[in-house]
Structures are given as C-alpha cells and as structure tokens.
C-alpha cells in the first residue's frame, strides 16, 4: 500500500495513545458549553467527537504499524470510512457557517430545503470519488465522464420537466410569496394553501387552483398580502357631471365608513377622476373581505344616490316615479298623519320616500336627528349605545327617530335588517303638523317614551352584572 502520511511510526502511536483522549476530553467541555447556549454547533463537534477523532486515530495506528510491501486491505477500508466521515464532517461544518447562523430574513435562510439537499448529495458523490481514486487508485475518470454524458442525455429528454422543476425552485428560492399570502395571476384571487417544487396551490373559495411554477415563473401575479398591513380595495363609480363634487364624496364617504369590514380607524381616499368618475380607496384588514366588501358597497350605493337624487351611472333619478311613490306613501299613511288636503299638498312638497339596503345605518346612537321616518316596508333592528340589540324589531307602520322632535340625541341605532322604505318627514314639517294634530303628536312622544324606556331597562339589566364582575375582582385582590 502507498503510504498515505508521512512520519514515524512511533510518533502516530504516542499521538493516538495521548492526542486523541486529550482531544475528547477539550471537545466534550466544549460540546457542554456549546449545548447550554443552544448552539447550532454542537451537531459537528458531536461527529467530530465521536466518529472523526477516534477513526483518525485508528487510521494512524493502522497504516503506519502495519507499513510494508504487502497491499492490505484494513487499512483502506479504515481509511475509506475515515475519508467519508471527513466528507460527512465538512458538509456539517458547511451548513452550519452559511445556513445555522443565518439572519432572519436573509437569502442564506430563504434558500429551499431541496436546493441544499441537491448541493450535498453532489459533493458526497465528488468526495467520494476522490477518495476512492486517493485510497483504492481507483480510476473514476471515466465513471465522471459516463455521468456527464448520461446527465446531458437526461437533461435533453426531460427539458420540460426539469424546466418546470427548475423554475419551481427559483420561486421557492426567491419566495415572492409564502403560505398564507393572498395573490391574483392570470385573473385567479386566493390564498395561498401550498407552495412545493413543482406548483402554486391557491384556494379560491370555489375551489383548489393549481398552478405550476413554470408558468409563474414566466408571469407576472400581484402579492396582496404584501407590504404588510392593512389591505386597501378599490371601488370605481361613476356620476353625471352635474352632479356637486361635494354631495358625492360626503356620500361616498358616508358609505364606505358603514361598511362593517372596514378596518378601524382606517382613512378613507375619494378620488375623482374626471369626466364624473370617482375611485374610493377602502382599508380592509385582509383581501379575503375585498370581494364582499366591493359588493356590500356597490348595492348601498345605489341606495344613497337616490336617496340624494345622484345620478349614479349617470342615470338620473325618475322625478314622476319618485312623486308617484311618494303619493302612494301618503295615501298609505293619510290616517296616522290625520293629513287633509291642504297638509297633503304640503307633505308632497316637503316630504320624501327614501330606501336603505340591508345592513345600513339609518339612524345612528348620539346623533341629532333632522327627521322623522315612518317605515313603509320592510324591518329594522335597533341597538342601544352599547351596540345591544333592544327586544322586537321596527316594521311597517312603527316610527324612526322620534326623539329629534325635542331636540335629543337619539339613544338608538337603526339598522335596516332587510331592504326598507321609509317616509321621511322634515322635523319643521312634523312640528307643524304636531301642532294642529295632537293625537299625532301623543303618538310620537307615546314612541320616543318607550325608546327611552327600552334603553333605561336595558341599562339596568346590564349594571348588576357590571356590579358582580367588579365586586369579585375586588375580592380576588
């Protein structure tokens, strides 16, 4: 056998004998100190320890106590494992100076787990080709060069698949996106559920889409979840150009601030873009609210411009239908109002029927009202200040606002629970009208008393337990 190291015989036999336990014994102490750190080190140290150490040691008392011209086999099988743990050591010491210490966030602790296995099975299959042409002189050049030509013919027959898979661990590599992110490619929106070397795995709510990485790697798609924070979704109307700017943003406004997805505190932008188009920026806290927000927010719309006379697509309102439906209110509710024919014709000329969507506000707790509303279709829930719902519900023939005839803040939110139509009555109107009809006034005081009442007992039904959760905290302590 070729005498693999230089030296004495005697001098690797004092250095098994005294090096290596004086080396186990330095590594152990270190392993210890390393380990109450939590260290990512200690995995090499270990190995070093416990395999490279002792196998060196025995490869010096076995090639240099058994020199001579013979060619023996032990040597080289000892040396062969001695080689491959050194190989094995090295891609230890490897991982862990670029990818156990790496920074959060870095490209080192972004690269895919895959890309690192691949690497490594590479150099463990070099390794162990040098060391076998080191230790067996073995001739492995032609071995490497079958493989080259192999992987070349490989390479040319699965182009497509391996192109997809390459592109597939770039987008791993980069990560433009991670499990959980909300993206839109190709006119798909949804989440992200899987991200693996070959495809996207998006969920759309409608179903499970999947994407292969070749074709991301060749598109263009949008990361809504990034940068992250608030979501912003984008609504687009359009009015007549006669319409006043400033009815329409306060309507705008008005609307968008209703909207229950609506992240808190969040600024709301009116844009106008000309030509009677407007784009309202709306902050949401995920884009999984966008789609339902964007359609919540489209249907009151069209509520609010009418209710404002907008011309909302630039289709203006019906005045002979609007005064139709007012006639037919009147009529509906001529006995509640005790109207004649004089206080009809003024009722047609101040007042007004109005329509909210499901889920609007119409009246809001601690606001002053400058109208009273009678429902004509449809029902409202009403809430307390503390957002509590009050017992019953508001349908056809029951009052809204009420309490705006003695100049109160209303104790109450109204809440339209389906589709409503109420009359609306100006509060100078109803004061008139109070005045010369007195039963109507009895039974709009009748109305806003049992408000009142409503919320007083709702108060007090919630005080006990506030009583009883501080009495027993103050226990406690």
Request: proline letters at 5%; charged letters at 20%; hydrophobic letters at 50%.
């Amino acid at each position: 056998m070729t005498p693999v190291f230089d030296g004495t015989a005697i001098g690797w036999a004092i250095a098994s004998v005294v090096a290596v336990p004086v080396l186990m014994v330095i590594l152990t102490e270190v392993i210890g100190i390393l380990r109450r750190r939590r260290s990512p080190a200690v995995k090499p140290l270990l190995l070093l320890r416990n395999w490279v150490v002792p196998f060196g040691g025995l490869v010096g008392l076995l090639v240099f106590a058994t020199r001579s011209d013979q060619d023996l086999v032990w040597p080289r099988v000892v040396a062969t494992i001695f080689g491959f743990l050194v190989i094995l050591l090295s891609l230890s010491v490897l991982n862990y100076a670029l990818f156990a210490t790496a920074d959060r966030g870095s490209w080192r602790q972004r690269v895919p787990q895959i890309f690192i296995e691949i690497v490594r099975l590479l150099l463990v299959v070099v390794g162990v080709a040098f060391l076998f042409q080191w230790v067996w002189e073995a001739d492995v050049e032609g071995v490497i060069a079958a493989l080259g030509v192999t992987s070349i013919v490989i390479g040319l027959a699965l182009q497509n698949a391996a192109g997809g898979i390459v592109s597939g661990l770039l987008v791993l590599f980069e990560q433009p996106f991670r499990q959980g992110d909300w993206i839109t490619t190709g006119g798909t929106t949804g989440r992200v559920v899987e991200v693996n070397w070959r495809a996207l795995h998006i969920d759309t709510g409608s179903g499970l889409q999947i994407i292969p990485n070749s074709g991301l790697a060749d598109a263009s798609f949008l990361n809504l979840s990034r940068p992250p924070g608030p979501f912003t979704a984008v609504a687009t109307a359009t009015f007549a150009p006669a319409d006043p700017p400033h009815v329409v943003i306060a309507t705008l406004r008005e609307v968008a601030g209703d909207l229950p997805t609506l992240t808190p505190g969040g600024e709301i932008e009116v844009t106008n873009a000309g030509g009677g188009s407007w784009s309202v920026a709306i902050p949401l806290d995920s884009p999984v609210y966008a789609d339902s927000t964007l359609s919540t927010f489209r249907s009151w719309l069209w509520y609010a411009a009418r209710r404002r006379g907008l011309s909302l697509d630039k289709i203006p309102v019906d005045a002979a239908v609007r005064e139709a439906a007012l006639g037919h209110a009147l009529e509906s509710a001529a006995r509640a109002l005790h109207l004649d024919d004089a206080l009809r014709d003024d009722a047609l000329r101040e007042c007004r029927v109005e329509q909210f969507g499901m889920g609007e506000t119409i009246d809001r707790a601690g606001e002053m009202g400058s109208s009273v509303r009678r429902v004509l279709e449809g029902r409202v829930i009403l809430t307390g200040p503390d957002g509590e719902p009050l017992p019953g519900t508001v349908e056809r023939g029951d009052w809204l606002g009420t309490s705006a005839l003695t100049r109160e803040r209303s104790l109450t939110t109204a809440t339209a629970a389906t589709v409503v139509t109420v009359l609306t009555l100006p509060i100078a109107f109803v004061d008139r009208l109070s005045r010369l009809r007195p039963a109507l006034a009895r039974d709009l005081g009748a109305d806003a008393e049992l408000r009142r009442t409503q919320v007083r007992d709702m108060r007090a039904a919630s005080a006990p337990i506030a009583l009883r959760d501080s009495g027993s905290r103050a226990a406690d302590a």
